[in-house]
């Protein structure tokens, strides 16, 4: 069932160069396609969408069929696209190749347009565009031809068609809109009236370029091109003229289209008849006042002009942009992930614990599964696949850091983002404390605000969403609510992942915050640890209102959609192989009456976390050591006992930096970086670099820390680390044991 958030889109299918299966002296392949939605569930069952018209004797169909689908911004939508060849007379039909895509992916391409590659010969493309909500109308269109040039040779005539396509650009990604049929041996034909949906021609828009092309048609399927005109819907409309009695003489041809072919004269077309027909009438809104307009969508609802006076709806009445608008003009969204490193998490060392690595390259702690689903999804409206990754809560050289890069640069995709991860523990982290969001909000803004910025300059637009996975409340609320108010003009979303068992209930002021724009959605994770699905669409469920609310809130309207060239077969973002999914997927059954059934497969389940097709990752790297490059002991193993008590209360200490006592902004400098083992530690946030100085990190300067004593309890020794609990938080941090302490003997552990 479609979820509150979903929209209505559409796919249209077209093939390159797709394997001949018609067999010896048969002809070429009339293919068709057919269209298998995936269970996401093993309680679900895979549904076959719809079937496309056959095209006689092509392997390059255009198909003009187009298949409605649901799609929701955070569930996977995976489909299979099965292309068979016609066969008369025959209890089945033959099978040319199939391959699976996912909608989600689709839009996040550039022109929404996705490529595979099959196996056995061939490419298949799949293209999504928006359904509107509102239909604006049918256009009913008349043409004729008028003294076409003959293509055929010099003892017969061609046989025309003509195809509308919603777009100028001639190649196999201009969305094909209608294909007449051929009239035998006739260089002035006739050709049938035809009724065309104005969503699927024009987007409404009836200004709006499309191309008109003629071809003789061939047995073989190899057409030829006899020229084409550009147009729109309303000069088709100021093009209608007299088109006769049946005499050439009689025809009007004051108003002709000039078809051309390479630029030269090639006939004319004349418009016998065009007009907007079905127009829907609006009822307007109540008053001025009214936030939304609303439009009906059933046909119960509407009534409907049957003259050929043009309705137009007036610019009041335009439906408001949607997600899918701003995809298709190329929004791209980019991914930030910020990581809790306090100490509540537990030794990462110890299994059980939230951080724990699991040592089979291959089960997942609840952080790498809250990344892995996320990201996965994310990843896909991200053309070049760099994510940020940052920590916070953690300490290098005795300073708490809110807000440092897991690594050097960005993560490349799902994998890059784990293995930052993963490495952390190796640099010399130590688990600290308290918990807070706010240093990492404004990076996170100020970031998102650079890349529309950037964008902008070039024509395009920006969007950016914050993944923050914590393992317990922010320390100061207060503090959080006003930075989350004043990032609130910013393109950014945040969403905010709560890991483990703590008492979130004070997290609850996130989903009642007031301010400009409503940018934070906070989930917690077990509720949803039975499904990645179920954590997915209830953490990403907002962003697509979000993301609309903020262009709106500027007056920043959707790009026009991206056009795509016949570079697409040496484009990786669009293109890929199918593999081993145009074979397995689904098995379709045909029934005597054209009816078609799934036999098997069809499953593509989105409940387990896994780790989504990345390969098993090295755990030695990211397995904790104690940070003393210098020491030669191995490592001994963790120690957790009770919690101390410690006396008397303190205060954590804050990374001192020239701004500490001023609300830290990002300038744009590079953030702290987790150093590898044996490196020093990362400069304080803020700190700028020393120009001329050597690659190392200059430790920060730091004002006298204040400090409370920890007493080994029984078994502990130097080099071993202790869980304790500040005496004045409350929360756990992870300490190492110093070098020279006696069993029994005390030691000094910063706030």
């Known amino acids: 069932m479609p979820g509150k958030h979903s929209e209505k889109v559409v796919l249209s299918i077209s093939a390159d160069k797709l394997r001949n299966v018609a067999g010896a002296f048969k002809g070429t392949s009339d293919p068709y396609a057919i269209v298998t939605l995936f269970a996401a569930d093993k309680d679900q069952k895979p549904v076959v969408l719809g079937k496309t018209e ?9 198909f003009n069929t187009v298949i409605e689908m649901d799609y929701e911004f955070g569930k996977l939508l995976h489909f299979q696209i099965a292309i068979y060849d016609e066969i008369r007379k025959a209890k089945t039909d033959k099978a040319m190749g199939s391959a699976v895509f996912e909608v989600g992916a689709i839009l996040g391409s550039k022109g929404n347009v996705r490529a595979k590659r099959l196996k056995k010969g061939g490419v298949i493309f799949a293209r999504i565009d928006k359904k509107r909500k509102v239909r604006s109308g049918d256009l009913t269109l008349h043409l004729l031809g008028y003294k076409l040039k003959n293509v055929e040779g010099m003892f017969s005539k061609s046989d025309p068609f003509f195809e509308i396509h919603a777009e100028t650009a001639e190649d196999i990604f201009a969305k094909l809109v209608y294909r ?16 065309i949906d104005l969503d699927r021609l024009c987007n409404g828009d009836k200004d709006k370029a499309m191309r008109i092309s003629v071809f003789d048609h061939e047995k073989s399927g190899k057409h030829v091109f006899m020229g084409s005109v550009t147009t729109s819907v309303n000069s088709l409309i100021a093009a209608k003229t007299h088109a006769g009695t049946g005499d050439l003489k009689s025809i009007d041809t004051s108003r002709a289209l000039q078809l051309k072919k390479k630029s030269k004269a090639s006939g004319q077309l004349v418009v016998a008849a065009a007009a907007v027909r079905n127009v829907p009438t609006p009822k307007p809104p109540k008053s001025n006042s009214d936030a939304e307009i609303n439009l009906p969508v059933s046909m119960a609802e509407v009534s409907l002009d049957d003259t050929e006076e043009e309705i137009n709806l007036g610019a009041e009445y335009a439906a408001a942009p949607t ?31 939230l951080h724990y690595i699991h040592r089979d390259g291959v089960s997942l702690n609840c952080y790498e599964k809250a990344i892995t689903a996320l990201v996965s999804i994310l990843s896909e409206y991200d ?12 300490k290098y050289s005795g300073v708490v850091r809110h807000c440092f890069s897991l690594l050097q640069g960005e993560a490349q995709g799902l994998k890059g983002v784990l293995d930052s991860y993963r490495k952390v523990f190796s640099s010399g982290l130590i688990m600290s404390g308290p918990t807070v969001f706010k240093e990492v909000l404004q990076h996170a803004a100020k970031k998102a605000r650079n890349s529309q910025a950037s964008a902008k300059s070039l024509g395009k637009q920006a969007y950016t969403v914050l993944v923050l996975l914590t393992d317990g409340a922010v320390s100061d609320i207060e503090e959080t609510r006003q930075a989350l108010v004043s990032i609130s003009d910013a393109p950014l979303s945040v969403v905010i992942v709560g890991v483990g068992n703590a008492d979130f ?24 640890a039975h499904s990645k699905q179920s954590l997915t669409s209830a953490t990403l469920e907002e962003i697509p209102e979000q993301l609309v609310s903020y262009f709106q809130s500027k007056n920043i309207q959707p790009l026009q959609r991206l056009q795509r060239g016949g570079s697409i077969l040496q484009d990786s973002a669009v293109f890929e192989d199918a593999g081993d999914d145009e074979e397995i997927a689904v098995s379709l059954d045909f029934g005597e009456n054209g009816e078609v059934f799934v036999a098997s497969g069809g499953l593509y389940d989105q409940t387990a976390y896994t780790n989504n097709g990345a390969p098993p990752f090295a755990v030695a790297a990211a397995v904790p050591q104690p940070y003393n490059p210098a020491a030669v002991a191995p490592m001994q193993p963790p120690t957790f006992g009770a919690p101390l008590t410690i006396k008397p209360p303190g205060q954590y200490e804050n990374p001192v930096s020239p701004t500490a006592t001023a609300q830290p ?39 006298q820390q204040q400090s409370f004593p920890v007493q080994l309890p029984p078994g502990v020794g130097p080099g071993m680390q202790l869980q304790v609990q500040n005496p004045t938080t409350g929360q756990f941090m992870v300490v190492s044991v110093p070098h020279g302490i006696p069993p029994g003997g005390t030691f000094h552990v910063p706030y």
């Open 323 to 353: 997600f899918v608008d701003y995809l298709s003009g190329g929004c791209e969204i980019n991914t930030c992930v910020a990581i809790d490193f306090t100490g509540s998490n537990g030794d990462p060392r110890k299994p059980g614990t």
């Open 665 to 703: 902004v990002y300038t744009g400098a590079p953030l702290p970086t987790a150093p590898a083992y044996g490196q020093s530690p990362p400069a304080a946030y803020g700190q700028a670099p020393v120009p001329g100085a050597p690659p190392a990190y200059a430790y920060p300067q730091q004002q």
């Open 383 to 394: 053309t070049d696949k760099l994510f940020p990754v940052y920590g916070f809560g953690a």
């Open 54 to 62: 056959a095209i006689k004797n092509t392997l390059n169909p255009q």
């Open 505 to 528: 209930s004070a997290m609850q002021f996130l989903d009642d915050l007031k301010g400009p724009r409503d940018i934070c959605q906070f989930v917690k994770f077990n509720v949803h």
């Open 180 to 195: 007449s049929k051929h009239i035998q041996n006739n260089l002035n034909p006739r050709w049938d009236p035809v009724t």
